[in-house]
Nanobody, 117 residues
Framework: QVQLVESGGGLVQPGGSLRLSCAAS????????MGWYRQAPGKQRELVAS???????MHADSVKGRFTISRDNAKNTVWLQMNSLKPEDTAVYYC???????????WGQGTQVTVSS
C-alpha cells in the first residue's frame, strides 16, 4: 500500500503562485504515471497535469503556460508549480498514481487551493 500526501495548498490572491507537493511512501517509479487532478464545488474531478515515468508530460489546456508538473523519482515526490493563478483555479487538488492502462491506483487526501482577493 502506498500513501500519497499532498501539501502546499492555501489562500492566494489572483495572479499569485503556489507550489503543491505530493510525497509518496513508496517508489513512484513503479507507477506508469503520476498526476494532479482538481475538483471544484459542484464540478467533476478533472485532470490538470500528468507525467509518466518516461518523462512524458501533459498539461490541461486550461493551465498550459501557467502550471508545470515535475517529478523526482529519487525523492518519490511530484510537484505542481502554479503561477498566474485565477479564481477559477479554486478547487481541491489531488495527487494520483496510475498504471499504464490509465487506471488509478492511489489517491492523496487532497489539498485546498483558494484563489481570491
Amino acid at each position: 500500500q502506498v500513501q500519497l500526501v499532498e501539501s502546499g495548498g492555501g489562500l492566494v490572491q489572483p495572479g499569485g503562485s503556489l507550489r503543491l507537493s505530493c510525497a509518496a511512501s513508496g517508489n513512484i517509479f513503479s507507477f506508469y504515471a503520476m498526476g494532479w487532478y482538481r475538483q471544484a464545488p459542484g464540478k467533476q474531478r478533472e485532470l490538470v497535469a500528468s507525467v509518466t515515468n518516461g518523462g512524458r508530460i501533459m498539461h490541461a489546456d486550461s493551465v498550459k503556460g501557467r502550471f508545470t508538473i515535475s517529478r523526482d523519482n529519487a525523492k518519490n515526490t511530484v510537484w505542481l508549480q502554479m503561477n498566474s493563478l485565477k479564481p477559477e483555479d479554486t478547487a481541491v487538488y489531488y495527487c494520483n498514481a496510475e498504471d499504464r492502462f490509465g487506471i488509478s491506483l492511489y489517491w492523496g487526501q487532497g489539498t485546498q487551493v483558494t484563489v481570491s482577493s
